[in-house]
């Protein structure tokens, strides 16, 4: 399961915002707060309901409270609605689920409540939320979107020999794909592994990853398939590292693969990550956004799309002993006797 990005701002900023332009001695109310990001790549399927509260009781402490966060148990029904053609076809009943803990902060912590279901979504159907607060005057919160679908990487990316290199000072380094449809935000995240070997005992290691996200960019059109692609100077990739990793003369470090991480945002993500960026302008009060009908909130969805595994030449690798960037930070290549297996010669740039 992969973790709801901004999910915490998110609800953190709809609960303060409902503080604003209201009578503080009113009567307790509630209002339904709903964040939902479905994602077809996942194995489990997450939404988070909980309550933007007015009351007369200190606002730090009522945070504090989960019962002024959180339904009772056996209040809510949340249900998934798969539609196709315009058709309801099938409903999925969301469970209610404690087993994530939450974050320390102002809130209610470490409990907190999601609904979630482990059953399989059509990418090709569009879905819709239904939350009702039962009861004799039962209250139903709704939204709908569509699913962000899968979608290829694209030649060379997609040869499983391809190696990345990072030296061409003649053009620079690509990741093409194929656009996907419904999705509408797209960023991509590199991911390069290493393993840190104690230099006093060889024995002694360590796997560890950096992760460099590229700059973002949104899709002119939902069709999906057309041909795009990240692209970057194979030099800032030297640059990222020597800022990413510190120097240590106890270890020497080994370049190992490169994964690449592509996400994609649904429409109404994308709108929310728009509206919610940093402000351009000297005005900073921005629009808010909901697609909740009956509450507040978020429901869209998103896709991961990864390629692990990518070797990177050697080239590539003799400039991280030895590009002026990186020469300091302890990467070596060490050559193996076929015979027993065994490491012969560790190479440090000279």
Known sequence: MKKSLLAGLFLSGLLLACSTDVDVNAPYEDVTVIFGLLDASDTAQYIKVNKAFLGEDDALIMASEEDSLYYAEGSLTVELVEIINGNEVKTIALTRDESIEKDPGVFANPNQVLFKTTEALNENARYALRVVKNGPDAITSTAETQLVQDFNFLSPLNNPSYKFNFTNRFSAASIPFQTAENGRRYECTIRFHYVEENRANRNDTIEKFIEWTLDPFEADDLGGGRERSFSFPGSSFYKVVANRIQPDLTVWRHPKKVDVIIDVAGDEFSTYL?????????????????????????????????????????????????????????????????????????????
């Open 274 to 350: 728009d509206l919610n960026g940093p402000s351009s302008t000297i005005a900073q009060d921005k629009p808010e956004f909901s697609n909740i009908d009956n509450g507040v909130g978020l429901f869209s969805s998103r896709f991961q799309k990864v390629r692990e595994g990518i070797a990177i030449t050697g080239p590539s690798q003799d400039s991280l002993q030895c590009s002026e960037a990186t020469q300091g930070l302890s990467f070596v290549t060490y050559e193996v006797i076929p015979a027993s297996n065994q490491v012969d010669t560790i190479f440090t740039c000279q």
